[in-house]
């Protein structure tokens, strides 16, 4: 209350119309100045070292020119590291989708049991990757691990899970889908729950049965949310890092190396900046145009309510 | 029989319910489990479910392998720290958004929703080189800079004072209060909930992350948790997983705990900041 009565006092503060236009841009200079060195900056510094040879021993880089990207694009390296990001992605981005949907509509019904499995399916998110991925690592190992001892019980031959160059990426992407598919669940759910009741009610009265009520009625209405999960998902599959550093160093030969991983080694253990920032403006443009073609051909399929 | 069929579809269900609930549970169990083993029970294959005898010598082993009370202190560090320099940041620049009409808003908040998109894997690079010219690397403020301006942040706490109504804040300014006032009395105490939210998912980010302090330090006396638990492990030689699993649940435990208290203020946030 005295804060309030301090606030009456008339003329106080600066409520003066010539220092008012300055206000929001005042109010906004912190906000601006961070974006602009930790966001604007480093894309632009990132864009510009990728035409050097810049490197931690070399303090005096030259330009280069395009020989960086060439010679990203002429290794086999490198090329494998788009097979393996891309196949990454598109395991985790599907299976963590369709999941999210099914789960969705099956949780978001009312229900004590149905609550706390949503509750069980979202904790993974919260927890570190670190976490997720020394216990997946112990769960996955093939020695000594409890998930090939539990397909041993079932008469299944057990699975190499991480340590073969063909199973790798599979077994990476269904760790990561365990950690996220709880996020992007409850951004479904909720999805779910802002359809009005009425649009059931009245298909149902029209005779319309459960695929169809799916098709024609839940799918187009959470479709702006599925629209910005695809983008979500997408960028997150392809920035991953955490779980690779921790369980697979990029290997078993390579197999796991994906983009982050990429760019993170040759730039702190082979010390070659410009070409890792080559890399990094490689996957730039990947997401960009990715990014892209989802708002240019499915935005239009999306149904806004 | 129809009956019959449907107490068979209702047990279907509800089994499959269970199912899905443990296989999200169990890897936590797991953790539990195995941390309080011995080294040799952890090599039995196949696995035991349960610890012969529970055991808490685990915990005293990750607790003296590491400096784990500097990792804790820095974690700590860190965390208030960000929290801190976001508020100062973000307050301001969501009030701006939300109440002024002014030339280049538009623009400066494509900028922000840039920001919000541009993953920090892109530019850690850049960034790394930036705070080794500025002689930042190994510091706290290499890991709380970058986050101060949240974008995050900034898009939640924009949206949620523009819910409030405005003839709140017009009431207030026709008795004489200025934008200030207005922001510190009136906007800030009825934002409270969308502050708490916006803590909430900084801690849990922070707390949490591994890849930045990575790249950006490597030393102990600023490197923070995630860190030292991964470092637990070895790559070449044996890795005693009960002294991991240990360490494990030493990093989650405060996680599991705020979720506890506070798990359907995490969910709104987390699903407020996916929906428009």
Sequence with gaps: MRDAAGARRPGSGSGGVRRGALAPYAMLLPAVAGLALFVVYPLCYLVRISFTDKSMLNPRPKAVGLSNYAELLGSAEFLAVIRNSLLYSALFVVGSLSLALLLAVWLSKPGKGRDFAQSAIFMPYIVSFVTVSLVWLWLMDPQAGLLNSLLGKLGIPPCPWLSDTKTVIPSMALVSIWKYVGYYMLLLVAALKNIPREVYEAAKIDGAKGPAVFFRITLPLVSPSLLFLLVVSTTEALRTFDPINIMTQGGPINSSSVFVYFIYEYAFKFFRIGYASAGGVVLFALISALVAVYFNMLGKKVHYQ | ?276
């Design chain 2, 1 to 276: 029989m129809k009956r019959l069929l449907s107490l068979a579809v209702r047990a279907a269900k509800a089994v499959s319910l269970v199912a899905v609930i443990a296989i999200f549970i169990f890897p936590f169990f797991w953790i539990l489990s195995n941390s309080l083993k011995t080294y040799e029970e952890t090599l039995v294959f196949p696995p035991r479910i349960l610890p012969a005898k529970a055991m808490l010598g685990n915990y005293l082993a990750a607790l003296s392998r590491m400096p784990f009370a500097r990792y804790l202190f820095n974690s700590l560090v860190v965390n208030a720290l960000v929290l801190a320099s976001q508020f100062l940041v973000i307050v301001p620049a969501a009030y701006a958004f939300a109440m002024y009409r002014f030339k280049g808003k538009g623009l400066l908040f494509t900028l922000v929703l840039f920001g919000f998109m541009l993953p920090q894997q892109l530019t850690f690079v850049p960034i790394y080189l930036l705070f080794g010219r500025l002689r930042l690397l190994n510091s706290y403020a290499s890991l709380v800079l970058p986050f101060a301006a949240s974008s995050f942040g900034i898009f939640l706490l924009r949206q949620y004072f523009m819910g409030i109504p405005a003839e709140i804040i017009e009431a207030g300014y026709l008795d004489g209060v200025s934008h200030r006032q207005s922001m510190m009395y009136i906007m800030i105490p009825m934002a409270k909930s969308a502050l708490a939210s916006i803590a909430l998912i900084s801690f849990i980010t922070h707390w949490n992350d591994y890849f930045w302090p990575l790249v950006m330090t490597n030393t102990v006396k600023v490197r923070t948790l995630p860190l030292g638990v991964a470092a637990l492990r070895v790559t070449d030689g044996t890795t005693e997983w009960n002294v991991l699993m240990a360490a494990n649940m030493l990093l989650i435990l405060p996680i599991i705990a705020t979720f506890f208290v506070a798990h359907r203020q995490i969910k709104e946030a987390l699903v407020h900041s996916g929906i428009k």
